[in-house]
């Protein structure tokens, strides 16, 4: 199987704005995906998930009213723009993919990730 393919990510000043996005092949975009992330000496926190077919959202309650994920289903593609960011969203961002049933926003419901990618945010 082939990982999801993340891209995006990088350094940005407090009140920024960045955007990622993740690739995922063939049946593993179905029928949800999501966005998690891990800062150091943290646990995984799940951010966002979006059901593929209606474009459907969910989300953490760190990203509530500043984060947005999309999808573009002819790419196969989710993305996650991050808006009026904050030094604690600093962190590794993942994607999720092949869904495995259950509570979305869980990383263990997943069976795919991405190799993650660095956001760091300075105030």
């Known amino acids: 199987q082939v990982q999801p393919v993340e891209s995006g990510g990088g350094s940005v000043q407090a009140g920024g704005s960045l955007s990622l996005s993740c690739r995922a092949s063939?049946?593993?975009?179905?029928?949800?995906m999501a966005w998690f992330r891990q800062a150091p000496g943290k646990q995984h926190e799940g951010v966002a998930a979006i059901a593929t077919a209606d474009g459907s959202p969910w989300y953490g309650d760190s990203a509530k009213g500043r984060f947005t994920i999309a999808r573009d289903n002819a790419k196969r593609t989710i993305y996650l723009q991050m808006n009026n960011l904050r030094p604690e969203d600093s962190a590794v961002y993942y994607c999720?993919?092949?869904?495995?049933?259950?509570?979305?926003?869980?990383?263990?419901?997943?069976?795919?990730w991405g190799q993650g990618t660095q956001v760091t945010v300075s105030a």
């Open positions: 999720a993919a092949d869904w495995r049933g259950g509570r979305l926003l869980d990383k263990s419901q997943y069976n795919q």
């Open positions: 063939g049946r593993a975009y179905n029928p949800y």
